[in-house]
Protein backbone atom coordinates (compact mmCIF):
# COMPACT_ATOMS: atom_id res chain seq x y z
CA UNK A 1 0.00 0.00 0.00
CA UNK A 2 1.49 3.46 -0.56
CA UNK A 3 1.67 5.89 1.68
CA UNK A 4 -0.04 9.15 1.51
CA UNK A 5 -0.79 12.48 3.77
CA UNK A 6 -4.38 10.74 5.34
CA UNK A 7 -1.70 8.01 6.71
CA UNK A 8 0.49 10.28 8.09
CA UNK A 9 -2.62 11.46 9.78
CA UNK A 10 -3.58 8.19 10.97
CA UNK A 11 -0.19 7.43 12.52
CA UNK A 12 -0.95 10.60 14.35
CA UNK A 13 -4.01 9.06 15.86
CA UNK A 14 -2.33 6.20 16.68
CA UNK A 15 -0.03 8.28 18.73
CA UNK A 16 -1.96 9.95 20.16
CA UNK A 17 -4.47 6.86 21.14
CA UNK A 18 -1.42 4.77 22.81
CA UNK A 19 -0.15 7.75 24.85
CA UNK A 20 -4.24 7.96 26.39
CA UNK A 21 -4.38 4.63 26.44
CA UNK A 22 -1.30 4.06 28.59
CA UNK A 23 -2.66 6.66 30.38
CA UNK A 24 0.55 8.95 30.27
CA UNK A 25 -1.59 11.96 29.08
CA UNK A 26 -5.32 13.56 30.12
CA UNK A 27 -6.93 15.94 27.76
CA UNK A 28 -10.73 16.43 27.39
CA UNK A 29 -12.51 14.48 24.59
CA UNK A 30 -13.88 16.83 22.67
CA UNK A 31 -10.43 18.14 21.96
CA UNK A 32 -9.22 15.10 20.34
CA UNK A 33 -9.35 15.97 17.31
CA UNK A 34 -7.83 19.58 18.46
CA UNK A 35 -4.56 17.72 19.36
CA UNK A 36 -4.33 15.35 16.40
CA UNK A 37 -4.33 18.10 14.62
CA UNK A 38 -1.74 19.86 16.13
CA UNK A 39 0.52 16.99 16.07
CA UNK A 40 -0.15 16.62 12.73
CA UNK A 41 1.05 19.84 11.97
CA UNK A 42 3.57 19.81 14.09
CA UNK A 43 5.41 16.39 12.70
CA UNK A 44 3.70 16.69 9.38
CA UNK A 45 6.55 18.19 7.45
CA UNK A 46 8.75 15.68 8.92
CA UNK A 47 7.69 12.45 7.62
CA UNK A 48 7.16 12.37 3.75
CA UNK A 49 5.11 9.69 1.92
CA UNK A 50 5.05 7.23 -1.30
CA UNK A 51 2.49 10.10 -2.79
CA UNK A 52 5.34 12.84 -1.93
CA UNK A 53 8.09 10.70 -3.65
CA UNK A 54 6.02 10.21 -6.35
CA UNK A 55 4.56 13.75 -6.43
CA UNK A 56 7.93 15.72 -5.97
CA UNK A 57 9.62 13.48 -8.96
CA UNK A 58 6.91 14.22 -11.54
CA UNK A 59 7.43 17.91 -10.53
CA UNK A 60 11.26 17.47 -11.06
CA UNK A 61 10.55 16.31 -14.40
CA UNK A 62 7.89 18.91 -15.30
CA UNK A 63 5.10 16.08 -15.98
CA UNK A 64 1.94 17.78 -17.04
CA UNK A 65 -1.19 16.42 -14.66
CA UNK A 66 -2.43 14.12 -17.80
CA UNK A 67 0.68 11.96 -17.78
CA UNK A 68 -0.14 11.09 -13.69
CA UNK A 69 -2.40 8.30 -14.57
CA UNK A 70 -0.28 6.63 -17.43
CA UNK A 71 1.79 3.55 -15.51
CA UNK A 72 4.05 2.98 -18.18
CA UNK A 73 5.39 7.27 -18.09
CA UNK A 74 5.56 6.07 -14.05
CA UNK A 75 7.98 2.86 -15.25
CA UNK A 76 10.01 4.91 -17.83
CA UNK A 77 13.91 5.32 -16.88
CA UNK A 78 13.74 9.13 -16.83
CA UNK A 79 11.19 8.50 -13.89
CA UNK A 80 13.14 6.10 -12.00
CA UNK A 81 15.89 8.25 -12.14
CA UNK A 82 14.22 11.30 -10.96
CA UNK A 83 12.95 9.29 -8.16
CA UNK A 84 15.88 8.25 -7.16
CA UNK A 85 17.20 11.62 -6.94
CA UNK A 86 14.55 12.53 -5.18
CA UNK A 87 14.14 9.80 -3.07
CA UNK A 88 18.03 10.30 -1.91
CA UNK A 89 16.92 13.65 -0.58
CA UNK A 90 14.61 12.50 1.61
CA UNK A 91 17.28 10.83 3.67
CA UNK A 92 17.89 6.87 4.96
CA UNK A 93 15.65 6.91 7.64
CA UNK A 94 12.42 4.67 6.01
CA UNK A 95 10.09 2.40 7.36
CA UNK A 96 6.63 1.06 5.84
CA UNK A 97 6.16 3.53 2.95
CA UNK A 98 7.29 6.76 5.66
CA UNK A 99 10.35 9.05 4.52
CA UNK A 100 11.79 10.36 7.87
CA UNK A 101 13.80 14.01 7.56
CA UNK A 102 14.54 13.66 11.38
CA UNK A 103 15.00 10.40 13.72
CA UNK A 104 12.34 9.26 15.15
CA UNK A 105 13.86 10.24 18.35
CA UNK A 106 13.69 13.99 17.31
CA UNK A 107 9.94 13.29 15.93
CA UNK A 108 9.02 11.87 19.43
CA UNK A 109 11.07 14.98 21.47
CA UNK A 110 8.71 17.60 19.63
CA UNK A 111 5.93 15.58 20.48
CA UNK A 112 6.85 14.93 24.29
CA UNK A 113 7.57 18.87 24.67
CA UNK A 114 4.49 19.65 22.93
CA UNK A 115 2.54 17.28 25.17
CA UNK A 116 4.27 19.20 27.87
CA UNK A 117 3.57 22.94 26.33
CA UNK A 118 0.05 23.01 25.25
CA UNK A 119 -3.13 24.21 26.67
CA UNK A 120 -4.82 21.35 25.35
CA UNK A 121 -3.58 18.55 27.33
CA UNK A 122 -4.71 18.50 30.88
CA UNK A 123 -1.84 16.29 32.44
CA UNK A 124 0.74 14.48 31.34
CA UNK A 125 1.90 11.74 33.43
CA UNK A 126 5.10 10.18 32.32
CA UNK A 127 8.24 11.59 32.06
CA UNK A 128 9.81 13.14 28.60
CA UNK A 129 11.95 9.75 28.22
CA UNK A 130 9.02 7.47 28.87
CA UNK A 131 6.52 9.32 26.09
CA UNK A 132 9.37 9.94 23.40
CA UNK A 133 9.63 5.93 23.61
CA UNK A 134 5.91 5.40 23.31
CA UNK A 135 6.02 7.44 20.49
CA UNK A 136 9.00 5.72 18.68
CA UNK A 137 7.32 2.41 19.77
CA UNK A 138 4.06 3.22 17.67
CA UNK A 139 5.88 4.60 14.84
CA UNK A 140 7.96 1.66 14.69
CA UNK A 141 4.75 -0.73 14.99
CA UNK A 142 2.66 1.64 12.56
CA UNK A 143 2.05 -1.03 9.55
CA UNK A 144 -0.53 1.22 6.74
CA UNK A 145 -0.94 -1.70 5.02
CA UNK A 146 -2.68 -3.33 8.00
CA UNK A 147 -5.35 -0.54 7.95
CA UNK A 148 -7.57 -1.95 5.24
Known amino acids: ?3 TRETVKL ?18 PRLRQIVQ ?6 IGTFIMTDEDLRD ?8 RADL ?8 S ?3 K ?3 AVVRASFGDDVLNGFYYLKSMKEIAGIIAKYMMRSSHIDDVFDSD ?3 ERQVVETMQKFNPAELH
Open 1 to 3: MAT
Open 11 to 28: LCKSILTRLENKKSIMYP
Open 37 to 42: DEIYTL
Open 56 to 63: KTLAKMGA
Open 68 to 75: LQDSQFTE
Open 77 to 79: DQY
Open 81 to 83: AAR
Open 129 to 131: EDM
